[in-house]
């Protein structure tokens, strides 16, 4: 009997339907052991000698793949073909060398890119040994991001609060989203205007815009003024112009290589709006397969460009049914990646079987886009050259001093742009609007005619900042400058939300103060971690230890010392927040345009600004020198984030009571007060999220001071409905039922009819009724040996898997709504190993009615589990 050990439930079923009856085909569920989360895991004291642990999910997992091993004649480690897959089969050797399940077994290592019954035989009949190249690549890199994890994060802990965790590859991308926010908040808008023309030449009207202006050539920038553009637009009424040149150039655009991992989640975030871990989960399930046609795509993890000669074949069988010879070109297309430290080692991301039509399938929603994306990219990167005739006009005044030029393009033949057209993130489009518009189609002109000028438009602009990065634009630059690898991002990208570090905002990255100041001190203090090219050129020795031309323990050793001395002199220094206050003051504290010291205190005048850290309060922010006299705060952003005032201050009067109201800053924020002559307690409301106390106004306070108020009487009780602001955000109220609205500004406008709604819905989340049970996210079928339903479920502490009385959490960051029953499976039986006592008491239940009485240690047994596991899980630094 042969064992083929595979990472997933869903891979091992879809193979073992290719594998004859002297196969068992049987899933290490992922990675089956790690370093643990405790300092000491990483010796570099015992030359880097690390430290494993078994996961306790894992443990039964292993004891059946070691009795199934001592079975087998052969074994076959059939993991993904990737560093990560070289290291799982690593781990399950080595466990089941240590629990003596192989004895004189015959071990093997085989991969394939595509989950297919060719691909999958192809491989068993040409096996290998382990690469430990690959897995001593896997080795350093998990040893690099466990140093750098479990010494910076200490250092974050004890200097700065609020600070949680620093990563090695986490912390660069962190850097590059506070870089791009200083580039906005240092950018000064710059006014210029452009001036376009629409003329006749014995033509259908066309337009055309200023190239030349008092005989000088004009680019974008260079008309700074309204009197500028004036002066233009008068000299084009009053001029008489001449067709001098009328110039056709046809052009091709060639289309973009099939995917990798990177383009694929850069361009489903632009084209689908998924994020990276949407994107990877949908292609994981793409590549194990769905049904019994097997795997979709091929390995989902790469950043090769190339295609199989097979599949560039079946490629342009397809092209030539589909679209016809012409859509064919001459010679199949090759591609080579430009991304640094590429490793081009597998082919790129593709269907399996391209003549596989998207409208043939039908799968879910995310998996249905996902792979029609990725077909039609795949089609078109064989697919001919995009051709088109590209005309500019060029017309000059009588005098040569005024220039105008006309520009427009007609595709003559689709070829690519007739499947697929890639998307552009925000800076091209940025680059595109700088130039002339070339899409526009042209009448027929010809040169030396006259051309008369209908009318002239002056336009003002104004130049804009960089835009933010989105998760496609960061994962594009990240790999760009050859940081991380792609199958990291999506965890990169979700460690910086997670921590707290970033914000977004309409699908943008938005650092938060904590993560600025997290990036200052890195730059501060250890500024070589945080460089690009450092970071990029650890990625290369990586890179080097998997080829074979670089001994892992020999980069371990050269890195860790120069870090362990710079980590020991930061934790020695003394008056951390003192340095970083007078190293980052510049960007602090910036310049003003009269003059005045930027660190003079806007509230009292005569204190001056300082970085201030409150350990107690797990936070930093910029306070006054004359504090507690004076309490002026704010964050920060600089221009771009409003300083909060720190003093009471008085905002009008109520006219309908006569009386101030005062806006106040309290223990847990701004709120504000009035009180009338018949309150024995003055009105009081907090400043919703978002509203800022500096630029408060006295109707944005009254409007506060008025909640709760009455919305109407609810159509099937006649109780009322209010609507007000409470400790959780804004909400609408009806017979002690809760419902939130989506901001403060509907509090003020929610009609009857949209609060009936809201409340409506969120009474049918809830329970049917006391005792009821609530309805399952999703069904999973019967229990194989219990017979028991089940259930994913939504529960008060998070979604959780349930059968009979066996309630198991799903581990975090796992979708409810894609819980397979093999997954579900080991999460209850490790639950139920877990509390023998409970699952005994719920044996004797039925026997006898004494039993009931013994639930209350039962339950108090239950009540101090949550307790447990908060302890055992502490803050964890970033393993990236």
Request: glycine share 8%.
């Amino acid at each position: 009997m042969n064992l083929v050990i595979v990472e997933s439930p869903a891979k091992a079923k879809t193979i073992n339907k290719y594998l004859g009856s002297d196969y068992e085909v049987l899933a290490s569920y992922g990675h089956v052991r790690d370093l643990p989360s405790k300092d000491g895991s990483v010796k570099p004291d015992d030359d880097f000698s690390m430290e494993w642990e078994i996961d306790p999910k894992a443990s039964k997992r292993m004891g059946e793949l070691a009795e199934a091993a001592k079975r087998a004649d052969r074994v076959i480690l059939a993991t993904d073909p990737d560093r990560e897959g070289e290291a799982i089969s690593w781990h399950v050797l080595d466990i089941l060398t240590k629990k003596r399940a192989l004895k004189d077994t015959e071990v093997q290592r085989v991969t394939f890119n595509a989950i297919t019954k060719s691909a999958v035989l192809e491989a068993m009949a040409a096996p290998r040994q382990l690469d430990m190249e690959l897995v001593e690549a896997y080795l350093a890199r998990r040893a690099l991001d466990y140093l750098v994890g479990f010494t910076l994060s200490p250092v974050l802990w004890r200097k700065l609060p609020g600070a949680r965790s620093a990563g090695r590859v986490q912390s660069v991308a962190l850097r590059i989203v506070v870089d791009r926010e200083l580039e906005i908040e240092r950018f000064r808008a710059q006014e210029y205007w452009s001036v376009e023309a629409d003329l006749v030449a014995d033509s259908p009207p066309f337009t055309t815009r200023l190239v030349k202006h008092q005989g000088k050539r004009i680019q974008r920038l260079d008309i700074p003024s309204q009197a500028v553009a004036f002066a233009a637009r008068d000299a084009i009424q009053s001029g008489e112009f001449t067709i001098t040149s009328v110039e056709k150039k046809p052009t091709k655009r060639s289309p973009a290589p099939p995917f990798t991992t990177s383009t694929l989640q850069q361009e489903a975030s632009r084209k689908l709006g998924f994020d990276a871990q949407r994107t990877m989960r949908a292609a994981q399930k793409l590549y194990e397969g769905v049904d019994e046609t097997g795997g979709l795509i091929t390995y989902m993890r790469t950043d090769g460009v190339q295609t199989t000669p097979e599949g560039i074949a079946q490629a342009r069988e397809v092209i030539a049914e589909r679209f016809g010879a012409p859509f064919v070109p001459e010679t199949p297309r090759y591609y080579k990646s430009k991304a640094k430290n590429a490793q081009e080692a597998h082919e790129a991301i593709r269907p399996t079987n391209i003549a596989r039509h998207p409208d043939s399938l039908r799968l879910e929603s995310d998996l249905q886009r996902l792979y029609e994306l990725i077909w039609k990219r795949m089609v078109a990167s064989q697919m001919e050259s995009a051709r088109m005739d590209r005309t500019t006009v060029e017309i000059e005044s009588s005098d040569g001093q005024t220039g105008l030029r006309a520009t427009g393009q007609v595709v003559t033949f689709d070829g690519f742009l007739a499947v697929y057209e890639e998307g552009r993130d925000e800076r091209q489009k940025g680059a595109a609007e700088d130039e002339e518009d070339s899409s526009t189609r042209l009448p027929t002109l010809k040169e030396g005619a006259r051309a008369k000028v209908e009318a002239v438009r002056t336009d003002q602009h104004f130049t804009e900042p960089p835009p933010r990065y989105s998760e496609a634009t960061l994962v594009k630059k990240l790999e760009e400058l050859g940081i991380g690898r792609p199958s990291t991002y999506a965890s990169i990208l979700t460690t910086l939300r997670d921590r707290q570090y970033v914000r977004m905002d309409k699908s943008r990255f938005i650092p938060e103060d904590t993560g600025r100041l997290v990036t200052a001190f890195l730059e501060q203090f250890f500024g070589q971690w945080v460089e690009y090219d450092f970071t990029a050129a650890l990625e290369t020795q990586l890179d080097e230890v998997s080829a074979g031309d670089l001994d892992w323990k020999v980069l371990l050793r050269d890195f860790w010392k120069q870090l362990k001395p710079a980590t020991d002199t930061v934790i020695a220094r003394q008056g951390v927040i003192d340095e970083l206050d007078e190293a980052i003051g510049p960007f602090l504290f910036q310049p003003k345009d009269d003059g005045t010291d930027p660190r003079q205190c806007p509230v009292c005048g005569t204190g001056r600004l300082h970085l201030k850290a409150s350990f107690k309060m797990k936070s930093s922010f910029i306070g006054c020198s004359n504090y507690p006299e004076c309490r002026y705060t704010r964050g920060f952003g600089g221009g771009a984030v409003e300083a909060e005032t720190g003093t009471d201050r008085e905002l009008g009067v109520d006219p309908a009571t006569g009386q101030p109201v005062h806006l106040k800053i309290g223990r847990f924020g701004p709120y504000v007060e009035t009180a009338a002559p018949d309150e024995e307690k003055p009105r009081r409301s907090s400043l919703p999220k978002g509203w800022s106390a500096a630029s408060l106004t006295l109707d944005q306070a009254l409007r506060l001071l008025a909640l709760p108020r009455e919305v109407g009487i609810h159509p099937e009780d006649g109780k009322p409905i209010t609507a007000g602001l409470g400790r959780y955000g804004p909400f609408v109220l009806h017979a002690g039922t809760y419902a939130n609205v989506a901001d403060i500004d509907e509090v003020f406008e929610v009609g009857l009819n949209r609060a009936v709604v809201l409340l409506a819905e969120k009474r049918a989340g809830k329970f049917a009724g006391r005792g009821a049970a609530a309805a399952p996210l999703k069904d999973l079928g019967a229990h194989p040996e219990t017979g028991e339903p089940v259930h994913v479920m939504a529960g008060r502490f998070g979604p959780y898997v349930k059968s009979g009385k066996v309630n198991a959490t799903l581990p975090r960051g796992t979708v409810p709504e894609d819980l397979t029953m093999e997954a579900a499976l080991p999460l209850l039986a490790a639950k139920a190993l877990a509390s023998p006592g409970k699952k005994a008491a719920a044996k004797k239940a039925p026997a006898k009615k004494p039993a009931a009485k013994k639930a209350a240690p039962k339950a108090t047994a239950a009540k101090k589990a949550p307790a447990k596991t908060k302890a055992a899980a502490k803050a964890k630094p970033a393993a990236d």
